[in-house]
């Protein structure tokens, strides 16, 4: 029995002092926001709205655009070819097919800005409201089809030209500039700039590693699955993707806040959640 007190005492102890380690208040933080679930709902909803959103776009403009669009998501020839495949349609659908999939695409896009925002909102410890927050939000969306035609841009004009280091460096400071400015927007100025320029940094970081992720693994994985299990098998390695990117925005967030804290405050002891960390209503 003392042996089992002993051994008990010892992971306390070691316990107690790595949750006051930077990694310790990082994962601790992740707990507190329930990062597992909260991506597997980020990634829900963000099927409800990417999916339609790419059918509603290969049903006005046909399927080119729809396929450079996934073409520009890192995967390969073959499994860019699976992926547009998902959106093949009849004519005959055509106006249907389009009003539902501008009805999915604006509450799944603010479902999507509304999740990112409560997630900010936790993690920095602000309060968001009213008719502030919606404005925010929707400003955020037009953000993202800037940050889309500019990624686009960089791919189909920039990289032939400059190579592809020059344009995957152009990519990196893109993203580190949009995900900077996406904190900033989401969370109503309250925080300033130079406190958010870590977690804008560090979810640039994991932003570029899930990129890395689809252009190395995903293109074989969409193949297999596909092969395996049909298009569903296509929709599963979507999934994982996207929840793959949830968890990548919740890590740079909390990471970036995390070290901004201990900058300039200095190790912090943990706080209790409650009501000062409500979300977005």
Not at 3 to 20: D, G, K, L
Not at 204 to 229: D, P, Q, R
Request: aromatic share 12%.
């Amino acid at each position: 029995m003392s042996v089992w007190q002993s051994a008990s005492e010892v992971f306390r102890s070691v316990r107690s002092r790595v949750e006051h380690t930077l990694p310790g208040r990082i994962w601790r933080q992740l707990g507190e926001l329930g990062f597992i679930d909260s991506s597997l709902q980020f990634a829900a909803v963000f099927t409800l709205s990417f999916i339609p959103f790419l059918m509603l776009l290969s049903v006005v403009l046909g399927r080119d655009l729809p396929r450079a669009l996934v073409a520009r998501s890192e995967f390969n020839a073959t499994a860019s070819h699976d992926v547009t495949t998902l959106f093949t349609h009849g004519r005959t659908a055509l106006t249907s097919l389009s009003i539902i999939g501008i009805v999915l695409v604006i509450f799944g896009a603010e479902s999507v800005s509304g999740i990112l925002q409560t997630w900010y909102a936790k993690i920095f410890r602000a309060e968001i409201h009213g008719w502030k927050a919606r404005a925010r939000r929707a400003e955020w969306l037009a953000g993202v089809f800037g940050f889309v035609a500019l990624q686009f841009a960089i791919g189909r004009r920039l990289q032939p030209q400059t190579g592809h280091i020059m344009a995957s460096g152009a990519q990196f400071l893109l993203a580190v500039a949009f995900w900077w400015w996406s904190l900033h927007c989401l969370l109503v100025g309250q925080i300033t700039w130079r406190r958010l320029f870590p977690a804008g940094l560090v979810t640039a970081i994991c932003y570029t590693g899930v990129g890395i992720y689809v252009a190395f693994f995903g293109s074989s994985s969409i193949l297999s699955n596909e092969a395996s299990y049909g298009p569903i098998g296509a929709v599963m390695t979507l999934l994982t993707i996207e929840v793959g990117l949830g968890v990548a925005l919740h890590l740079g967030a909390v990471i970036g806040a995390t070290i901004e804290g201990e900058a300039t405050d200095g190790p912090r002891a943990p706080q209790p959640s409650g009501p000062a960390c409500r979300g977005v209503p």
